[in-house]
Each structure stands twice: as C-alpha cells, then as structure tokens.
Nanobody
Framework: QVQLVESGGGVVQPGGSLRLSCTASRNTLDYYAITWFRQAPRKERTGVSCIHSGEGSPYYAPSVKGRFTISRDYTKNTVYLQMNSLKPEDTALYYC???????????????????WGKGTPVTVSS
C-alpha cells in the first residue's frame, strides 16, 4: 500500500512563494508518477502538475505554468511543488496522489488516482 504525506502549506501574501512536499512510502517514486491536485472552497478539485517516475517533461495546468515547478528527490522519496508568484486564486487544499502508473497520461489532470494524501492548505492573502 502506498502512503503519501503532504507538508509545507501555510499563509503567504500575494507574490510570495511556498514549497510543498509530498513524501511517499517505500520506493514509490521509482515506479509511479505523482500528481498534485488542489481544491478551492466550493470548487471542484483540479490537476495542478504531474511528474513521471522516470525521464520526461512534467505537465502543468495552464493557470500555474511558469510559476510552479514540480521536482522529485528519489533519495528522500519526495516530490516537491515550488510555487512562486502566488495569487489569491491559488488558495486551496493541495493534495498529491498516484494512479500507480509510471507515466503521466496526456489527460493526467482527469486520471483516476489510487492513493491520495490528506492534503496541505495554502492560503494566499494580504
């Protein structure tokens, strides 16, 4: 069974930065792609970014491309989401998840996930 634990959320002013972490159990990153989702209050959950287990360019939602960067550290079994130039509309609960597949599909943002973390909250407010 895969376990995913998010951390790094908090309150930040517009224009600020945060780095979220998704720490996975065992050698999850060696085998599975990891996707970040977010859900704002009273809105549907949406895909933010996806990184493959191996080589290949990650995917980003248009709303975050150029501001967010996803990366991974195999030695720490952790995927990071560096969020810069944050906007109030980035306020949401951020989750990481995996579909137990090695690659992000072309429709990664709507793929069914097998395992989810509990989320970490991000609030962007002045």
């Amino acid at each position: 069974q895969v376990q995913l634990v998010e951390s790094g959320g908090g309150v930040v002013q517009p224009g600020g930065s945060l780095r979220l972490s998704c720490t996975a159990s065992r050698n999850t990153l060696d085998y599975y792609a990891i996707t970040w989702f977010r859900q704002a209050p009273r809105k549907e959950r949406t895909g933010v970014s996806c990184i493959h287990s191996g080589e290949g360019s990650p995917y980003y939602a248009p709303s975050v491309k150029g501001r967010f960067t996803i990366s991974r550290d195999y030695t720490k079994n952790t995927v990071y989401l560096q969020m810069n130039s944050l906007k109030p509309e980035d306020t949401a609960l951020y989750y990481c998840a995996t579909a137990q597949m090695p690659r992000c599909g072309s429709r990664w943002y709507e793929a069914g996930m097998d395992y989810w973390g509990k989320g970490t909250p991000v609030t962007v407010s002045s």
